[in-house]
Nanobody
Framework: QVQLVESGGGLVQAGGSLRLSCLAS????????LAWFRQAPGKEREFVAG???????ATADSVKGRFSISRDNAKNTVYLQMNNMKPEDTAVYYC?????????????WGQGTQVTVSS
């Protein structure tokens, strides 16, 4: 099984930037799809951004133009670069992996990291 551990969360002022990292261990995720989700208090978990095994990316409309996802297969890591952050970005952010290479089945999940954006 793949283990995923997020890092880089914290408190940031509106308009600032933050980069989240998710390190995979136990297996290589070179052929996996990887994605970021988030969940705000009282709301359901939502898709933020994803990258498939080929490197194709997709982002939610709410973060398009502000967030970007990337991967470093040599480091077995996926990143979420967050720029021009807004208070509504406050949430617990989770990374996930799809062993089939896309987003049809996010089999593995990290524990989440808190991101708080102050006004």
């Amino acid at each position: 099984q793949v283990q995923l551990v997020e890092s880089g969360g914290g408190l940031v002022q509106a308009g600032g930037s933050l980069r989240l990292s998710c390190l995979a261990s136990r297996r290589t995720v070179r052929g996996y799809g990887l994605a970021w989700f988030r969940q705000a208090p009282g709301k359901e978990r939502e898709f933020v951004a994803g990258i498939n095994w080929k490197g194709d990316t997709a982002t939610a409309d709410s973060v398009k133009g502000r967030f970007s996802i990337s991967r470093d297969n040599a480091k077995n890591t996926v990143y979420l670069q967050m720029n021009n952050m807004k208070p509504e970005d406050t949430a617990v952010y989770y990374c996930a992996a799809d062993s089939r290479g896309g987003f049809s089945d996010m089999t593995y999940w990290g524990q989440g990291t808190q991101v708080t954006v102050s006004s």
